[in-house]
């Protein structure tokens, strides 16, 4: 077939409705194939439709635990317990370490013994005195008399029997080696090498005479109920004042020589009548005492029995009941302020986690405001990364936010903004801000998850859905304005749009220019224009 026969036979073909659609398709592919440099593979078409453009700000951060804290007593003591050790995780509420309390525990249960008296006293203020009740109280104050009087009693019996004691050691016991001892000059009958001794007891015995006639005086009118104290304290006097003439006789005697006018043994007996006498006056000083001592306390506990009794028949005034209730919270604050006080003696968790340092031993005093553990959280990590400030502002607390990790290639995380410090922190020169992205309850879901992994944190800032959606490298720039080539029916052609959000994800949003369903060419690889 010669070459007119071809091109006539090729003629007749494009004659044919369809043939003339092959036809132009074969110019339109060999316009896009001479459009892309002779590469038909250069450039395909994809269809427009609606999509999502995010815009965000991309930081490298570590991961920390969410929550951390050192924990301390607020006051020492000894451990008792440690409940909790390193690498154990523990509930928000559990205790990890215990203080001995047993002296706190002594005293609330003091405390509260307290409070219930308080409170019962309250009651009974509320309630008023029943008759039984002031009956009974009415024996109390007869049964505190009838103490009283034998308190006096004993009191004048002691007293007396002070005297008397006085009395024989004196007169029947010192004055054997005194002639005329109760008159103005006693004369001492025993040989003593000491004649300033022998004179100065002499006086003594002058003196003591004198005593013997006050106390005496005293005693004879002695009333029970106006002036028994009175009585006692002049007892107590006197009989110092005989214990001391006493202690000087007793030196005297022991130093006396015998000779012809006594014998060792008339001497020996002196000395031994003196020593009784001493010790019985001793004996005597402590009867006073005692005797005294129970006056006082019966005294005492009449005054105070007379005091309810006159409360009971007055019955209950408002005043009182607001005073006993005031009695009443004072208790109360008091069991509860060592209340308080126990709960300083455990350290308890804030938050579930897992311990990471555990020095408390037990035995071991430890002082307060010494941190003894550490917790973390176990659940949730943080993520903190610093920001340019030239990104700052466009990142506000609660923006989302997609993480993936260096150790763990092909996995995203969700998180969000948890906060923004305010405090500019300048590294290599740059002001930065520091961000704070929550990741929440991911380590029970993915273990691998650790503290102290890098980061990748994309914290999204704007997010626009349903728009028109196509790749940035599809879009061409010539100045200032943006092209994209599109593919309608069979013609091409460079169309201009314009641009809304600008996706950090390399999608675009197209505000005008396009349509759901339109085609445009792009690159077969994706090669951004520049």
Not at 342 to 356: D, H, Q, Y
Not at 489 to 513: K, M, Q, Y
Request: charged content about 20%; aromatic content about 4%.
């Amino acid at each position: 077939m010669t070459i007119f026969q071809r091109l006539k036979t090729y003629l007749r073909f494009f004659r044919r409705p369809w043939g003339v659609a092959v036809g132009l398709g074969a110019v339109l592919l060999l316009i896009i194939v001479f459009s892309s440099g002779g590469n038909a593979e250069a450039r395909v078409p994809i269809k427009v439709a609606y999509g999502t453009v995010s815009q965000g700000v991309s930081v490298t951060g570590k991961a920390t635990p969410l929550e951390k804290v050192n924990l301390a007593f607020e006051r020492g003591g000894v451990v008792s317990e440690v409940v909790a050790i390193v690498g154990e995780e523990v509930k928000s509420g559990a205790t990890l370490v215990r203080l001995d309390a047993r002296e706190l525990q002594a005293q609330l249960s003091e405390a509260l013994a307290r409070v219930e008296s308080e409170a019962a006293t309250l009651r009974e203020l509320k309630r008023g005195v029943r008759k039984e009740e002031l009956a009974i109280q009415e024996a109390k104050v007869w049964q505190a008399e009838t103490l009283l009087a034998d308190a006096r009693n004993n009191a004048k019996n002691a007293l007396t029997e002070t005297y008397t004691t006085a009395d024989d050691g004196v007169h029947n016991k010192v004055d054997r080696f005194f002639s005329n001892a109760r008159s103005n000059a006693p004369q001492i009958t025993l040989t003593i090498n000491n004649p300033q001794i022998k004179t100065d007891l002499e006086l003594e015995r002058v003196l003591i005479e004198n005593v013997f006639s006050s106390w005496q005086a005293e005693l004879s009118s002695l009333n029970l109920e106006t002036i028994l104290s009175s009585a006692i304290n002049s007892a107590k006097v006197y009989n110092a004042q005989i214990i001391k003439f006493l202690d000087k006789a007793a030196g005297a005697v022991n130093g006396a020589i015998g000779g012809a006018n006594i014998t060792q043994a008339t001497l020996d007996s002196l000395r031994a009548d003196v020593a009784a006498a001493r010790n019985a006056m001793n004996a005597a000083s402590s009867a006073i005492s005692t005797a005294e001592g129970k006056l006082i306390s019966a005294q005492a506990s009449l005054s105070i029995e007379q005091n309810r009794l006159a409360l009971d028949r007055a019955g209950s005034d408002p005043e009182k009941i607001q005073a006993q209730e005031a009695r009443l919270s004072q208790a109360q604050s008091q069991a509860d302020l060592i209340r308080a006080q126990l709960a300083k003696t455990r350290l308890v968790a804030p938050f579930s986690g897992v311990i990471t340092l555990q020095d408390a031993k037990k035995g071991q005093l430890v002082s307060a405001n010494i941190p003894v553990v550490s917790l973390i959280s176990r659940d949730s990590l943080k993520i903190e990364a610093f920001v340019p400030e030239i990104s700052i502002g466009r990142i506000a607390a609660g923006n989302p936010a997609t993480i993936t990790f260096d150790a763990l290639p092909g996995e995203t995380f969700e998180g969000s903004v948890l906060t923004i410090n305010p405090a500019e922190e300048v590294i290599d020169g740059v002001v930065n801000f520091k961000v704070t992205v929550a990741l929440q309850n991911i380590l029970s879901e993915n273990p691998r998850l650790k503290s102290g992994l890098t980061a990748n944190v994309n914290i999204i800032t704007a997010t626009k859905a349903n728009v028109i959606a196509v790749p940035r490298y599809a879009i061409q720039q010539k100045d200032e304005q943006f092209f994209v080539s599109r593919l309608k029916r069979s013609s091409l052609a460079n169309i201009p749009v314009a641009i809304g959000l600008r996706g950090t994800d390399g999608i675009w949003e197209i505000t005008s220019g396009l349509n759901d369903g339109d085609q445009i060419l792009v690159p077969s690889k994706e090669v951004s224009p520049k």
